[in-house]
């Protein structure tokens, strides 16, 4: 599970300086950060380190990427991005946040040269891995909820299974819109007209 910020051993450098406190970490300080592999994010303020995804977490989400991103772009409704990108969301909630993958409504989009997204965007997905599960379900999606992202989905390679969960009316939790194991399917209040069958993202 990702822990959060603690003392890191980096090498001191002129360029660097020191490293902020757990809790005083911003979108600068992320960007020194060494380019050594490991996904980094900041929420609140802690910087959190995940491990490096599993063959199965990449498959599946490849799979996403392509039902999500086709849809979107036949029907032009915006575009879809997949981590790494940084999306730096609204108060210093995240500076930033890497969901695995991100939906952006047409109009909002980045430019061609943007590091990052600035903003709330419209749906985000995380794929669930034994190591970061808890980080997923807990502290982002909590930043998640505090910054009023429409809707959020998981999915579980381990049980088959993916659940689609929008933002209530008064904005205080999230609600279960859809949940498909295999056979099954799933639907979204962003993106009316999805529907995705769960074989075709788990298929064994």
């Known amino acids: 599970m990702p822990e959060p910020a603690r003392p890191l051993i980096f ?12 809790g005083q970490w911003t979108y600068a300080d992320y960007c020194r ?17 995940s491990p490096s995804p599993s063959a199965i977490h990449q498959r599946a989400l490849s799979r996403l990427f392509s039902r999500l991103d086709r849809f979107v772009r036949e029907q032009s ?5 997949f981590a790494p990108f940084d999306i730096l969301l609204p108060e210093g909630l995240a500076e930033p946040v890497q969901p695995d993958l991100v939906f952006i ?10 590091l990052n997204f600035q903003g ?12 970061t599960r808890r980080y997923d379900l807990g502290t982002k999606l909590g930043a998640y909820l505090e ?3 429409p809707e959020v989905w998981f999915a579980d390679p381990a049980a088959l299974t993916i659940w689609v ?23 979204s209040r962003a993106l009316p007209g ?11």
């Open 33 to 49: 950060l060494p380019d050594d592999g490991q996904r980094y994010e900041v929420i609140r303020g802690y910087l959190y380190v």
């Open 120 to 131: 709330v965007p419209a749906l985000v997905v995380e794929v669930l891995s034994p190591g």
């Open 77 to 81: 409704l915006g575009e879809v991005f």
């Open 165 to 187: 969960h929008c933002l209530s009316e008064d904005r205080k939790r999230y609600l279960e819109l859809s949940r498909g194991g295999r056979g099954e399917s799933v639907t």
């Open 105 to 114: 409504r047409a109009g909002e989009e980045p430019g061609d040269d943007a």
């Open 194 to 204: 999805l529907r995705i069958t769960v074989s075709e993202i788990f298929p064994r």
């Open 147 to 149: 910054a009023g992202i």
């Open 11 to 22: 090498p001191e450098r002129e360029d660097t300086g020191s490293w902020p406190a757990p």
